[in-house]
């Protein structure tokens, strides 16, 4: 009898698992699909980098892999429980969807989502009562949102807690916590409002058809422009005040001041012209506010 080339049974057991024509395989897919992984590992990775930043040095090992994994369970556990509180209305829109199709049993999503939270806290409580708060913020904001919070004029609160939540958590896990972090927290309000009308702008149609009551769907399309238009602009103005104080550099005004010029030329120019660039002003809004978090974290004194 011919032998199968060892390396050629590893690819097709590999293929099996990955192939949806193959039932274990499709199973296997829906269930990476229901877990969202790469928004989730994106996460757990930013929580790592701002772990060194708060420590100034590259994490241990130990601390980076409690920190990484913390951070992952943790929002694995949102996704699942997201594609669970959206089952509903993704049966109407979303054929696709693992839950939709019955590819994952939705009791077996619940229990892993569970299981996630907890081994998440866990871990939190394992890196002390700070980073556990913090984990429980970060987590709770999330679940909260995904079981309705999202559908009212305050889920800029979720959004709120869960940007306050990460760099606390980081900070508290490299035993960092200071007095002037704290000044994150109203920060990380304004970029949230910021991003979350961003966001909501080209949908806010669709969303008032579809019976949500968030607060862009309140607001209209315009005034939701001119809101984020005016928080990003005291977003910038914010941090470029606090530099002084804080004694971070040049390098945190000029960062402050990219966010409020990408606020003012994606949300401010007036005609059509400008509300079609309106709709789009999401992504460059989320880099140039992520490249101002991450810089007044790192010009933060020693």
């Known amino acids: 009898m011919n032998a199968v080339p060892r390396g050629r ?21 829906a269930a990476l699909m229901l877990t969202h992984p790469g928004p ?28 990484g994994l913390l951070m992952l369970f943790a929002q694995l556990s949102i996704g699942i429980t997201n594609d669970l509180a959206d089952l509903a209305a993704d049966r109407i829109s979303k054929a696709y969807k693992p839950l939709v199709r019955r590819a994952v049993d939705r009791r077996g999503a619940a229990a892993a989502a569970a299981l996630l939270a907890v081994a998440a806290l866990t871990l939190g409580a394992s890196l002390g009562g700070a980073a556990l708060g913090a984990t429980a913020l970060g987590l709770g904001a999330g679940i909260a949102y995904d079981l309705g919070l999202k559908h009212s004029v305050v889920a800029v609160l979720a959004w709120w807690a869960g940007f306050s939540a990460l760099p606390l958590l980081a900070f ?17 309000g304004m970029l949230a409002l910021l991003l979350l009308c961003a966001n909501a702008l080209p949908d806010i149609e669709g969303d008032r058809a579809a019976g949500t009551r968030s607060l862009p769907v309140h607001l209209g399309e315009p005034a939701t422009r001119r809101l ?12 470029a005040t606090l530099a002084a104080a804080l004694g971070q550099g040049p390098t945190t005004v000029a960062a402050a001041a990219l966010v409020a010029a990408v606020a003012v030329v994606s949300l401010g120019l007036p005609g059509e012209g400008g509300r079609h660039l309106a709709l789009r002003s999401f992504v460059p809004l989320s880099l140039s506010g992520a490249l101002l978090a991450a810089t007044w974290l790192a010009t933060l004194p020693g």
């Open 9 to 29: 049974l590893q690819r097709s057991h590999l293929w099996r698992l990955l192939d949806e024509r193959d039932p274990a395989g499709g199973r296997l897919k």
């Open 228 to 239: 984020a238009l005016a928080t990003g602009a005291a977003l910038g103005g914010s941090v």
């Open 40 to 67: 989730s590992m994106l996460v757990a990775a930013t929580a790592v980098a701002v772990t060194g930043l708060a420590m100034r040095s590259v994490p241990a090992a130990g601390l980076a892999l409690r920190v």
């Open 172 to 188: 508290a896990a490299a035993s960092r916590l200071r007095p002037d972090l704290w000044w994150e927290v109203p920060l990380a």
